[in-house]
């Protein structure tokens, strides 16, 4: 769909479903909401079914709708470096439009032997095992993992814990959706993200997806506009 063609169907579907009884919403109402309704609809296809324990790329209905969102990320040396006792603290970039770490992997900067042209995984860790994991011989980082968890006091980042300094990070992450707008909110004088302008394509997920898309906006925009707490609660629901 166009720009055009997302303003359009949004407005013939809200009104039809609001019966005209509510304001019509200005280019940056229907921008908002269908940003809105595009991240939650990628929430739910990567979060997967209640009970359903399996990585969306294994469902083949989340895999078509999100593998046009799973991007690689390559950074040949850390941002900074420091030491965390005798282990070092390496902090690497995000990239820019990230939503989902999905996989991801180091290179070793060491001449040793074990660490010679080794790829190691990365294993996240919550700060308050941290210390036990780095205590314990048999759990440490070594040739083989390497723990990533929060530090920077604010700072953003990745942050890698490992026994030898590391030279290279690599992630297949999955991309957060483009805004789509639907005409130019400069004269609005706000963004989106950061972004003024429609992109083309004016939305970054599948053509099947944007009247679903439309659909889960208009239903945002109504429970806004009646401010009724049980459709708004069904619809964050539909999200966890």
């Known amino acids: 769909m166009t720009a055009t063609e997302f303003y359009n169907e949004f407005n013939i579907l809200y009104n039809n479903v609001m019966s005209n009884a509510a304001p019509p919403l200005n280019i940056y109402d229907v921008s ?3 940003t809105q309704a595009a991240e939650e609809l990628v929430l739910t296809y990567y979060r997967g079914r209640p009970n359903e324990l399996l990585s969306f790329d294994l469902n083949e209905e989340s895999k078509q709708v999100l593998n046009n969102l799973v991007k690689s ?14 282990f070092t603290v390496s902090r690497f970039n995000k990239p820019s439009d990230l939503f989902f770490l999905l996989q991801e992997t180091v290179g070793f900067n060491s001449e040793l032997t074990c ?55 690599r992630a297949q992450y999955l991309q957060k959706p483009h805004p789509i707008i639907v005409a130019d909110l400069s004269d609005y004088g706000v963004s989106i993200d950061g972004e003024y302008l429609p992109r083309d394509p004016v939305c970054n997920l599948p053509e099947l997806l944007h009247r679903t898309i439309i659909k889960r906006a208009v239903e945002l925009a109504k429970a806004a506009y009646l401010g009724d707490l049980g459709t708004s609660i069904a619809l964050n629901n539909r999200v966890q």
């Open 32 to 34: 908002v909401f269908l």
């Open 115 to 169: 660490y010679l042209n080794k790829r190691a995984i990365i294993k996240p860790v919550a700060l308050d095992d941290l210390h036990f994991l780095l205590e314990n011989p048999f759990k440490q980082p070594n040739n083989k993992k390497v723990f990533r968890t929060t530090f920077g006091n604010g700072i953003d980042g990745i942050f890698l814990i490992s026994k030898q300094p590391l030279k290279e990070y």
């Open 73 to 86: 990320y390559s950074q040949l040396s850390p941002a900074v470096i420091e030491t965390y006792g005798e």
